[in-house]
């Protein structure tokens, strides 16, 4: 089942994909939920970022093939860091380059978790339990400040680097799933979950023995080898196997931190 949020006349409502339709819920698929009897049409719907996390948690180096493109050694503990969740954005919104504050910015296809039940201390046959679905997203990365810098906060966390979307799946066989992502229509990675060096179980169960993880949080959990330059102008296409396709259009931001 697919789930996504979308632009309404009052506001984000939340729906069920059925076929060419939206079969819209309310309040919202993170508590007991009924269907209104309303459907839409999903051609023209503006559909949103599917979530709008309290935190979102990611894993750096969870692919030993990325982990050796950037020079890096795959480290002995997982490495956690935090973006806002003012960095999200949904499909078809531009990314905006602060290109008046770096110069190297990459993308970086991952998939995400939506976390749909409180996670607390968990262990790894636990953590599924608590998962409501899963979205694609892309770990968008000022990599000249994240490599300046010994915590990665600026080069991950600007307004926009955090495209989500376009749908939570509610069902996933996590074994093998292809994780892709194009630029401009040319094929930059193509990985697999196979590949990952700790599974999303024991992602999960690592960062709840650190964070309360809440409904509507989201986990990113690492990227495959092909990440590469980013410049305004660009068109970047994440596709994870089984989940969706998420895309946006890149652009510059001009010191006052609007589109130019």
């Known amino acids: 089942m697919k789930v996504v949020r979308f632009a309404g006349d009052d506001g984000p409502q939340w729906g069920i994909v059925d076929g060419a339709q939206v079969a819209v819920i309310e309040p919202h698929p993170f508590r007991s939920h009924k269907r209104t009897g309303e459907r839409v049409d999903i051609a023209g719907l503006k559909l949103l970022a599917p ?92 990599r000249d400040l994240q490599r300046a810098e010994n915590q990665w906060f600026r080069g991950k966390g600007f307004d926009t680097f955090c495209p989500l979307g376009p749908a939570i799946e509610t069902e996933l066989d996590l074994a093998d799933v292809p994780i892709r992502s194009w630029v401009d229509g040319t094929l930059r990675q193509d990985g697999t979950t196979a590949d990952m060096l700790r599974d999303i179980p024991q992602l999960l169960a690592e960062i709840s023995q650190v964070v309360t993880l809440l409904p509507g949080d989201v986990v990113l959990t690492g990227t495959p080898a092909g990440v590469g330059a980013l410049e305004p102008g660009q068109r970047v296409r994440i596709e994870i196997g089984g989940v969706g396709v998420l895309e946006n259009p890149v652009v510059a931001r001009d010191a006052a931190g609007t589109n130019a």
Not at 55 to 75: M, Q, S, T, Y
Not at 81 to 109: H, N, W
Not at 115 to 131: C, Y
């Open 51 to 142: 979530v709008i996390p309290s935190k979102v948690v990611c894993v750096g180096r969870n692919f030993a093939d990325h982990a050796a493109e950037l020079g890096n050694e795959i480290p002995e503990q997982a490495i956690y860091f935090l973006k806002p969740s003012s960095s999200v954005i949904g499909p078809d919104e531009p990314i905006r380059l602060p290109t008046d504050m770096a110069e190297v910015f990459s993308y970086e296809a991952e998939l995400a978790v939506v976390v749909g039940a409180l996670m607390q201390r968990v262990g790894p046959d636990e953590a599924l339990a608590g998962v409501i679905g899963y979205t694609c997203a892309n770990d968008v990365t000022a």
